[in-house]
């Protein structure tokens, strides 16, 4: 009987672990805003929140125009994630420009997300300048990878966007469409990096876990129904 013990104990434990990674698998989408505050969120490398962030018709709003001398800076989560899946909706102002950042380490040596965080672009692309820059338009990741299609709406408009980061598949969806696919920290994206104006930028697309990140580009926008699965 002694003999079957072992082999028993190496299927349970493996049993065990399979479903551990199944209910993570599992594990529905939760909210990163309640539609109400900006409870989990605060300004990046700080505690709180600017004042140029406020809740309107249960958004996430940016308004530049209550920046005062402190009130900017991109808003982060609290938490970091590692393998997720991010849904939200944003829209634009004419002329605006913003992004939705990912794997952001926050540390005082940065001093802006986007030093290492890869972006989702959110852009009027025919009103602000850089929509007219490759790779700079509305779902592109960055001046990384240009879409395959532009499925944006109009200006004022709410636009769906999902992010899905998955055992180092990149994936990136406007509106329904798969416009983004890609790899993360393999060769093909140390290609994609050298080939972009992030190229020396030392931690640039390199943490694995990170926070996520509303760019305030000095534009008003606005974010709302963002929920994140980890995956």
């Avoid at 992004?99 to 940065?110: A, W």
């Avoid at 499925?151 to 180092?168: H, L, M, T, Y």
């Avoid at 990136?172 to 080939?195: E, F, P, R, S, Y």
């Amino acid at each position: 009987m002694k003999q079957y013990l072992l082999p028993a104990i190496v299927l349970i434990v493996m049993g065990c672990g399979t479903s551990a990674q199944s209910t993570k698998k599992q594990k529905g989408f939760v909210k990163l805003f309640d539609g109400k505050t900006t409870t989990g969120w605060h300004t990046y490398n700080k505690t709180t929140v600017g004042s140029a962030w406020d809740i309107e018709d249960g958004a996430i709003h940016m308004s530049p125009t209550k920046k005062g001398k402190t009130g900017g800076g991109d808003l982060v989560t609290d938490k970091e994630y590692g393998d997720f899946h991010l849904k939200l909706e944003w829209k634009v102002a004419p002329k605006a420009n913003s992004g939705i950042i990912f794997y952001v380490h926050e540390d005082p040596k940065y001093g802006q997300t986007y030093l290492t965080g890869p972006e989702m672009q959110v852009i009027d692309n025919d009103g602000h300048p850089d929509g007219k820059i490759t790779k700079h338009r509305a779902g592109d990741l960055y001046d990384m990878v240009k879409s395959t299609t532009e499925p944006v709406r109009a200006v004022g408009e709410w636009n769906k966007a999902e992010i899905i980061s998955d055992n180092g598949n990149l994936t990136l969806i406007l509106n329904g469409i798969k416009v983004v696919q890609t790899t993360v920290w393999d060769d093909n994206w140390k290609t994609l990096i050298a080939g972009s104006k992030f190229a020396k930028w030392q931690g640039f697309g390199t943490y694995k876990t990170g926070k996520i990140a509303l760019q305030d580009h000095g534009d008003e926008v606005w974010y709302k129904n963002i929920t994140i699965k980890e995956l």
